[in-house]
């Protein structure tokens, strides 16, 4: 998976998600206090008479078992191989057991459960909770102790509150995205449509739409990653929720409803995609589709597959109503009960959030989480943009039955969207089907 891009990698077939929670632990299961595990030791910044150590950083951007390692490496593994390269006594080993969220977390937890942890994990923003109730993931105040202040304060303060739960930070901000507007100008040109115009908002999407399927004689909008994560923001920009602040489903609200329903009414204008994201990203990078939204982390694979202008945009907004996007990605988070461990895991962390750390990561596409001058890449400007307009957490599904909880809400949403259902009937109906899904209150 190594050498596919981050769109490719967070590719999915209907009703698969790009970000999923783990099914209930069987040996983490339960709560865990957010300041660390019960017993685990207070971790200092390694020192020169420490025993050597090495740590497992699990993730999804290097090369799973029986795939062909890629060309040029990805930057996740150009930031180990930079770290080892000091000599500090941690070496730190990657490990992709899957190019998938899921499936890493699901290694992962198998061995947490067998008492052999992976030290770092790459854990997406969604399963927050999960991290904390189900896998007892080690907050950096915990793990850092007093350098954990100056590791954090890099950061930049509209980030931190997307990885902190009762005051305290329960991982590194590492993959930081949100979805954006992907298009080719060179069709917008030929419909004689101006971009800015098209994407001021939806009533002028659908109606300068038409011009531009008329060039292309095919629907001009399709899907890159889950259904569920695009569907947060747009619902958001409406003034909807997908849940509220208790984790209860909200997405029956009639602002929630009329968000879904405008995606409808693309669909049966012939404007929308039904396709699996594979599908819609050939279709995209062959020429053939016009507009494809995605997440921003998927503008550095773009940009070296397409052959015709590759532009972005911020999503459209709702007339008269501010946008409000969701962010996206993962955090790394500690998962090691051993102090050594512990100490390894932290003194690389402590480079992945320095300067040199971030000159590497940022290659990727995804957004600069920290307080470092890093080079805007061309095309991630409509991302800041929605940045600095203030970004919501991606969803964070509770319970341990969670990934069946964004599963049904996926798989409804996909249905909405393609006109298989009302949305009102949808937005109901998925929320019956959920609620006893869902943790007692």
Known sequence: MANQDENARQRRQPQASRRTFLRGATAAAGSAAITGIAGLPFVRSARAADAP???VFMHVWGTPPGEKAAAIKHP???????????????????ETPSGDYFQTLTKAQAQIAAGKPPALVTTPWSNINYAVQGLQVLSLEKLGGSEAKGVLANYKPEVLPL???????????????CPVMYYNNEIMKQA???????????????RLGAKVKAVTGNPILGLGNNADWEAQSIIQCNGGRVLDDNARPAWDSPEAIAAMAMMADLNKAGLYLQSTTKESNAAFIGGSLA??????ASLGGLSKQVKFDLKTSPFPVFAGKPRKMSSGGSFIGCYARDKDQQRGAWEFLK???????MDIWLKTGYLNATKYDEPVLPGQDSAYTQLAEGLTRESPWPGSRAAEVQKVWGTYVERIWAGDISAEDGCKQAKQQVLPLLPKT
């Open 53 to 55: 150590v090495e740590i």
């Open 76 to 94: 996740a593994t150009q930031l180990i191989e930079a770290f080892n390269a000091k000599n500090t006594g941690v070496t730190v080993r990657g």
């Open 163 to 177: 990885v902190t739960m009762n005051g305290q930070t329960i991982g590194l901000p590492l993959a930081f995205s």
């Open 192 to 206: 004689g449509v101006d971009p800015a115009e098209m994407f001021k908002d939806w009533a002028s999407f659908k």
């Open 291 to 296: 507009i494809w939204m995605a997440s921003i």
């Open 351 to 357: 480079f992945v959030a320095s300067k040199e750390g």
